[in-house]
């Protein structure tokens, strides 16, 4: 079946740096991915939608500047996260959208803690 | 805007019993409904799925039916076993199914032996 592969799958960092988390389609191609954001107990939230070979659609309240989303090729979308702050620890997971057979796969995400 | 609630976990359950996390919704339209399953160390998988007023999902035992006078879309398997142990997430998308889920808080459930 459909897989897509996430990394890192924990990271930790120091408060303005970056970090950058990858998602890739492994067996097929994903012209759409999805980026998700978990706080402790509560809902995933989407955070962006990226379509390969065009700029990211960012939910509302989500700064772009921040959370930068490149999908550059079929198979695989990046978020990274720019000048990192504690606020921003959390559980990241991308999610790619199988046209073929018109499915969602996740990748098994990311935990983000900022020092 | 829309939403989905679930029951507060953790539920803790003997093998054999049974099962059922509720999730209920509010939502403009006809959404479809969803319940992923997350176990340890793995990303999300569709358990099952109903687009439509009244239809059943069902998978690996597991079953959920999509109510919508009340608005509910309850996880319900008859026998649980220790390998069932996981987190379960309640989700909803529009109608057209953009891949834009709204999901539940996630409920985890612990099977013991």
């Known amino acids: 079946g459909a897989v897509v592969s996430q990394h890192p799958s924990w990271v930790i960092c120091k408060s303005g740096t970056s970090v950058k988390i990858e998602c890739r389609s492994l067996?097929?191609?994903?012209?759409?991915m999805f980026w998700y954001r978990q706080f402790p107990k509560q809902s995933l939230m989407l955070m962006a939608t990226?379509?390969?070979?065009?700029?990211?659609?960012?939910e509302q309240g989500v700064e772009k500047d921040k959370f930068l989303i490149n999908h550059a090729s079929l198979t695989l979308s990046t978020l990274t996260v720019t000048s990192a702050h504690p606020e921003d620890s959390s559980f990241y997971i991308c999610?790619?959208?199988?046209?073929?057979?018109?499915?969602?796969?996740f990748g098994s995400g990311t935990r983000l803690t900022v020092v | 805007g829309d939403s989905v609630t679930q029951m507060e976990g953790p539920v803790t359950l003997s093998e054999e019993a049974f099962l059922t996390i509720n999730c209920t919704y509010t939502?403009?339209?006809?959404?479809?409904l969803f319940w992923y399953v997350q176990y340890p160390g793995e990303g999300l998988q569709l358990l099952l799925k109903?687009?439509?007023?009244?239809d059943k999902g069902s998978n690996k035992g597991f079953e959920a039916t999509y109510r919508k006078e009340t608005t509910s879309f309850h996880l319900e398997k008859g026998s649980v076993q220790v390998s069932d142990s996981a987190v379960y997430f309640c989700?909803?998308?529009?109608?057209?199914?953009?891949?834009?889920?709204?999901f539940g808080q996630g409920t985890t459930l612990q099977v013991k032996p």
């Open positions: 999610s790619a959208e199988d046209r073929i057979t018109n499915g969602y796969t």
């Open positions: 067996d097929f191609q994903a012209t759409t």
């Open positions: 990226s379509n390969e070979g065009s700029k990211a659609t960012y």
């Open positions: 939502a403009t339209g006809y959404p479809s």
């Open positions: 109903a687009t439509k007023a009244d």
């Open positions: 989700a909803l998308t529009r109608s057209g199914n953009t891949g834009k889920l709204i």
